[in-house]
């Protein structure tokens, strides 16, 4: 009995000495953790504390670009709000060296464990949500319709487009997950749905508007595009000072063969202003084909084949005799003129 007594006593003894030790290690992390790059095994929580706010808390903080076809936007550690939470990450350390263990296991064996984590950031979600927001009046989009136009004598296609909105919850989360993930990418692209679909397509217009004339007034060049594909140039002259062709967005409003010529009431008709010239005769200046646009305007052949390539006209669009018949027989009324 005595010695069973002592036994127990013994017993007891160790046990109370195991708790006591294990109790006094509460503060300590496990040998074998590390925090991201950051050794922190075997040291108390405030010595951690300290290491791992100088040693990482620059490193957590990074940009996020946010990126929806050619639109970049970033959010910067600043706006939102982000840091490292070091007391939160450290005590996450601790509790890692003791999960799934005991005071005996950890006094007997030592406690070692082989694990890395991944430093906590804090963030405001309102300022993410704010960002968010800026974002999205950026990028929400209505539909938008084909349409064509002349740039630098070139017609120019502006491809329809769906009308759009960011999903605004899913990018507040990828953002989040972008700041606090270690592994981190640093990019985000803008998660978009679909509002609405346009009315007209370019093939839409391209079968409404089969025949389009394009007038390069600078390179004295007419362009013909067949189904919005250029398909043949012209030489031509235009207006000369004074008389300047029309620039702007017309479209063609008759069409005569062998037209008369009906003089303007204007000094340079000399004696013939307000007359009416008959197709054939000399004094007419307009051969073969005739095709009007705005206010007296129109393209017409020509005699005088030296003037295209030139400002010599006073307004009017020439054009050799065969080059004007070819066209002629591929225009309708009704058929878009650009001329810049």
Not at 11 to 21: E, Q
Not at 160 to 186: D, F, M
Not at 229 to 234: E, W
Request: charged letters at 30%; proline letters at 5%; glycine letters at 8%.
């Amino acid at each position: 009995m005595i010695v069973s007594a002592a036994f127990v006593v013994l017993v007891l003894t160790v046990v109370g000495v195991v708790f006591v030790v294990d109790a006094s290690r509460d503060d300590q992390i496990a040998e074998g953790i590390r925090i991201g790059n950051v050794d922190v095994g075997g040291m108390d929580t405030d010595e951690a504390r300290e290491r791992v706010q100088r040693e990482l808390a620059d490193d957590v903080r990074r940009p996020v670009t946010v990126r929806y076809r050619s639109k970049e936007f970033v959010i910067t550690p600043d706006q939102a709000q982000a840091s490292l939470d070091a007391e939160g990450t450290v005590e996450a350390a601790r509790r890692k060296g003791r999960e799934g263990s005991n005071a005996f296991s950890r006094f007997f064996g030592g406690g070692d464990v082989e694990a890395t984590l991944t430093p906590k950031v804090t963030h405001s979600r309102q300022a993410v949500q704010a960002f968010v927001d800026t974002v999205a009046k950026r990028v929400d989009d209505p539909a938008k319709d084909a349409d064509i136009d002349i740039h630098d004598g070139k017609l120019s296609r502006q491809k329809a487009r769906n009308g759009v909105s960011v999903k605004r919850p899913q990018l507040v989360a990828s953002i989040r997950r972008e700041l606090t993930a270690t592994a981190a990418k640093g990019t985000v692209d803008v998660p978009v749905k679909v509002t609405e679909r346009p009315d007209q397509t370019l093939t839409d217009l391209a079968r409404r508007y089969p025949t389009v004339l394009a007038v390069d007034r600078d390179a004295k060049e007419l362009r013909l595009y067949k189904r919005l594909k250029l398909v043949r140039r012209y030489d031509i002259a235009v207006g000369q000072g004074g008389f300047e062709t029309a620039s702007g967005r017309y479209e063609i409003k008759e069409k005569q063969v062998d037209p008369a010529w009906h003089a303007p009431n204007s000094g340079w008709a000399g004696d013939l202003a307000g007359k009416t010239i008959p197709p054939g005769d000399p004094r007419n200046p307009l051969e073969a084909r005739w095709m009007g646009f705005h206010d007296g305007q129109g393209i017409h052949g020509t005699a005088d084949i030296a003037s295209l390539g030139t400002a010599a006209s006073h307004g009017c669009i020439r054009m050799s005799v065969p080059a004007v018949k070819q066209l002629f027989r591929q225009v309708k009324v009704g058929t878009p003129l650009f001329l810049q």
